[in-house]
C-alpha cells in the first residue's frame, strides 16, 4: 500500500480575505461627515464666543455683523459650481473692482445710477465671459487665465479710476447694500433667491448632473454628447456677472466705489467653498455645504475682530481654516487599495 503525502493547501490569512477598511473609506461611507464636522466647529466657535463676550451672540450685534458677509456669500455659489467642473476663478474680487469703478465713473459722468449699475454689470459678465473664452475655447488653464485677469482687470479699475475713491452717490441707491425688506437685509434676500435657484439646478436638474461629470472626466463627458466648452463658458460668464452684482452691493453699502474694493476676496471665496466639502479636484461638492463654510469663515473673523481687535490675525485665520479644508477633504476622499 502507498504512503500518500498530503500536502495542505494554504489558506489565505484573515487579513486578505478581509481587508480591513481604510479610514477614508469609513468616513467616506458617512455622507454627513464633513457637513457634521463643520457644525461642531461652529457650535464650539459659538460656546467659546459666548463666555467669552456674550454681547457677540446678541441679535443685534449678529444683524450688523452680518452686513459684511452678503458679497463673499453671492460669489461662493457660482465658485462653487466651477470648482465641481474642476476649475477656478481667481479674478472674482478684481472684477468687483473694475465693475464698482465703471459704477462710479458712470455716476460721475450724470448717467442715471439705474444705468450705471447696468454699465457695471455689463462689464462684470464681460470680464467673465473673457474668462470663459480662453478656457472653454482656447482651451488654456483656468488657473493662469483667471490668475492672468486678476492682475489685468485690477490694473484697469486703478488706471481708469487714477485710483481715487468715487462717492456722492444717491440716498436711494443704500437701499440695495443697507436697505430691509421683510425683516432681512435685502443683500440677504437676494443671496437667499440666488442659493435656493443654485440648489435646485445642481441638486435637481441635468445641468447639475453635467457639472459633476465634467469635473469626474471632461473628455468622456464630451464624448457621452454633454457640451462642456459652452457649459464652462456659462459657468464664468455667471462668475462675473454675480461679482458686478457683488460690487453693486458693496458700493450701495460703503456709498465708494474705489479699485482696491473686493482685494484678496478670491481667497475668502475659496476657502469657504473647499471648506463647505467641495473637492478642488472636481465632480464633488453641495451648495449647503459652502453656506456652512461662509457661515463659519464669517462668525471666526468678526469674533476675532470683535474680540481681539487685530485685523492682521484674519489673516492667520483664513490660512488656518483653509489648510482644515484640505485636511477634511483628503480625510472623506477614498483612496484606492
Known amino acids: 500500500m502507498s504512503n500518500h503525502i498530503t500536502t495542505p493547501i494554504a489558506q489565505p490569512s484573515s487579513s486578505i480575505r478581509n481587508p480591513k477598511p481604510r479610514i477614508q473609506d469609513l468616513l467616506a461611507s458617512f455622507p454627513y461627515f464633513h457637513d457634521l464636522t463643520l457644525i461642531l466647529l461652529l457650535v464650539g466657535l459659538l460656546v467659546f464666543a459666548h463666555f467669552s463676550d456674550p454681547t457677540f451672540l446678541n441679535p443685534a450685534t449678529q444683524l450688523d455683523l ?7 456669500a453671492l460669489l461662493a455659489l457660482p465658485m462653487t459650481l466651477i470648482i465641481i467642473t474642476a476649475g477656478i476663478d481667481l479674478s472674482v474680487g478684481s472684477t468687483m473692482a473694475l465693475s464698482a469703478v465703471i459704477l462710479g465713473l458712470s455716476f460721475e459722468h450724470h448717467t442715471p445710477i439705474a444705468l450705471a449699475c447696468l454699465f457695471a454689470l455689463l462689464t462684470a459678465t464681460a470680464c467673465g465671459a473673457l474668462n470663459g473664452f480662453f478656457i472653454a475655447r482656447i482651451k488654456v488653464h483656468p488657473l493662469i487665465v483667471t490668475l492672468a485677469t486678476l492682475s489685468a482687470f485690477r490694473g484697469i479699475a486703478e488706471g481708469i479710476s487714477e485710483a481715487r475713491p468715487i462717492s456722492g452717490f444717491p440716498s436711494s441707491f443704500s437701499f440695495l447694500g443697507q436697505g430691509s425688506l421683510l425683516g432681512l437685509p435685502f443683500p440677504a434676500l437676494l443671496f437667499i433667491g440666488f442659493a435656493i435657484i443654485t440648489t435646485i439646478v445642481l441638486a435637481k436638474t441635468p445641468f447639475g448632473r453635467f457639472l459633476y461629470a465634467i469635473g469626474f472626466n471632461p473628455t468622456a463627458s464630451r464624448f457621452s454628447g454633454i457640451l462642456v466648452a ?45 471648506l463647505g466639502g467641495t473637492s478642488i479636484f472636481g465632480g464633488r461638492g453641495r451648495i449647503p455645504g459652502t453656506l456652512l463654510g461662509i457661515l463659519l469663515i464669517h462668525e471666526t473673523r468678526e469674533f476675532v475682530s470683535w474680540h481681539y481687535q487685530k485685523d492682521e490675525l484674519n489673516l492667520i485665520v483664513i490660512g488656518a481654516l483653509l489648510i482644515l479644508s484640505v485636511l477634511l477633504n483628503a480625510l472623506v476622499t477614498p483612496k484606492s487599495r
Open 66 to 72: 452680518s452686513t459684511h458677509v452678503w458679497e463673499l
Open 230 to 274: 459652452r457649459i464652462k463658458l456659462l459657468l464664468y460668464t455667471f462668475s462675473g456677472t454675480v461679482a458686478g452684482l457683488a460690487a453693486i452691493l458693496f458700493v450701495s453699502r460703503r456709498n465708494t466705489a474705489k479699485a482696491d474694493i473686493g482685494l484678496g476676496m478670491e481667497l475668502d471665496v475659496i476657502t469657504a467653498v473647499v
